[in-house]
Nanobody, 123 residues
């Protein structure tokens, strides 16, 4: 089992920045591909970003390319999502997830999920 705990969400004005963190425990963190997803009210959960085991490769949704950056620190068993130039449409609950496969842009690629952290971007 892998336990994931997100933090760093909050309320920010449009154009602002936030950094989300996801701390993992339970199994060897570097064995897992890590991803971020988000879900807005009334919408399906959507892929945001993913990163490979060592951090060599990353993938992003088109809607966040150039604004969001995913990174990981295997020594700290933590994955990050740096979000910049935030827009109201980025408002959602953000979830981190752990899986074994790459590429991993679909939620079915992931086996473990955190409880989510709310990000609200005001206009």
């Amino acid at each position: 089992q892998v336990q994931l705990v997100e933090s760093g969400g909050g309320l920010v004005q449009a154009g602002g920045s936030l950094r989300l963190s996801c701390a993992a425990s339970g199994r060897t963190f570097s064995n897992y591909v890590m991803g971020w997803f988000r879900q807005a009210p009334g919408k399906e959960r959507e892929f945001v970003a993913a990163i490979t085991w060592s951090g060599t490769n990353t993938a992003y949704a088109d809607s966040v390319k150039g604004r969001f950056t995913i990174s990981r620190d295997n020594a700290k068993s933590t994955v990050y999502l740096q979000m910049s130039s935030l827009k109201p449409e980025d408002t959602a609950v953000y979830y981190c997830a752990a899986g074994l496969d790459w590429p991993a842009t679909g939620y079915r690629h992931y086996d473990y999920w955190g409880q989510g952290t709310q990000v609200t971007v005001s206009a």
